[in-house]
């Protein structure tokens, strides 16, 4: 994605702890299965200007939403959509309070990368995977022989996103975006998407009342948000529409195919490889910064967990989403490709794991330190205020376990004679605390 709007339809919210923090909106596929930080809350400022209180009076589902449909109605047909089309698609549309509660109250709960993917590589979600692939194979080889996108992903995609189209979505997208374009909290972000979701309607893809997907907007069975649905949609089956919504799925595993070839998709490079560390490893060298070819890495010690020498598939850089103590990965120009989908680690991990398995290989082999937990989102602010008050600058304290903090975490580690892994434990929060 551009990068996507925070948690869709499944697990919300995810962790501390890890590498990259997903930002709390953006332009691309939805999400289910899918991990992601959450951000304080911030109105926006033209949104807070025009009205005096946009939190609560956003409450108003009667004269409030009319009022800007309304007002609203002038911009969309100046930005080019049809006045029936327009009447059509929101003359029934009314305040969702529970769209704006989920968008308020994004849980907070964290899990750890292990319990993540647990979960989103689970032997029931590889056993329906590979049966999902076997149903569809012919769609699927024939879209990778065209983008040049392994099935496998697709696949995996497709069973984070919506468990091999089991869940959808039912919210009406054009409702739920009137009323989160209504709202003040990211009114601009919103309005762009349902200028998009019109003009999807106004292309002729779907009829409003049939476009359905999460309260947030995302759509389909690989959950794009409308703005990417323009860019990336693909017309696979040839009838004159890009149904992503429908029954039969190959319309949106083509365009999920489309949309990593866009972003520099590589047919045949991994999107990372478990690896086993040498014991004196200079763990200032684990940084997405940092990349090396395979002989530079084994000449660091570095080998496959089967001890034979690493195989060359470009430049990578060495990967611990759970520290010192967890799986290590080499992971590639792939990686950084499904991270346009999402942007946290654990998403990306369990995208290209699930691919693995569903293509018959085995779990992750290296153990996970499964007596840390997740930090909580006050524990992450915490986290970033002592570190920031004790010399190791976080830049920002928005809980975000991003490069920022993860460098202020190393620059304290190195200090204080620690692994400088960047991994934030509860046990790190509490010397900090006790110092």
Known sequence: MNRHYANITGILA??????????????????????????????????????????????????GLRAWVLAFRSRALEAGIDAEVFDRSLNNVSYDSEVIRRDRNQSEFTKTVWDYLGTATSDLRVQNGKKALAQWQRTLEDIEAKFGVEKEVVTAIWGLESAYGSFRGSDSVINSLATLAYDARRAEFFEAELLNALRIVQAGDIEAEQMRGSWAGAMGHTQFMPTSFLAHAVDWDGDGRRDIWGDDPSDALASTAAYLKHFGWTKGQPWGIEVALPADF??????????????????????????????????????????????????????????????????????????????????????????????????????????????????????????????????????????????????????????
């Open 14 to 63: 995810f962790m501390a702890g890890l590498s990259a923090a997903a930002p709390l909106i953006a332009a691309g596929p939805g999400q289910s299965a899918r991990p992601m930080p959450r951000s304080q809350p911030i109105l926006v400022a033209a949104a807070a200007e025009s009205r005096e209180d946009p939190v609560g009076e956003a409450q108003d589902d009667g004269p």
């Open 282 to 435: 200079d763990y200032l060298l684990a940084d997405r910064s940092i990349t090396k070819s395979a002989e530079e890495w084994a000449a660091l010690g570095l080998t496959g967990l089967d001890g034979k020498p690493l195989e060359e598939h470009g430049p990578a850089s060495v990967l611990l989403p759970a520290g010192a103590d967890g799986a290590a990965f080499l992971i590639y120009n792939n990686f950084t490709v499904i991270e346009n989908y999402n942007t946290a680690d654990a998403y990306v991990i369990g995208v290209g794991h699930l691919s693995d398995r569903i293509a018959g290989a085995g779990p992750i082999l290296q153990e996970w330190p499964v007596e840390d937990r997740a930090l909580s989102f006050d524990e992450r602010i915490e986290l970033q205020t002592l570190l920031t008050e004790a010399g190791f600058d976080t830049e920002k304290i928005d809980a975000k376990i991003g490069p920022l903090t993860v460098n202020a975490v190393r620059r304290y580690q190195q200090d204080r004679g620690l692994v400088p892994d960047g991994y934030a434990p509860p046990r790190l929060l509490e010397r900090l605390r006790n110092e």
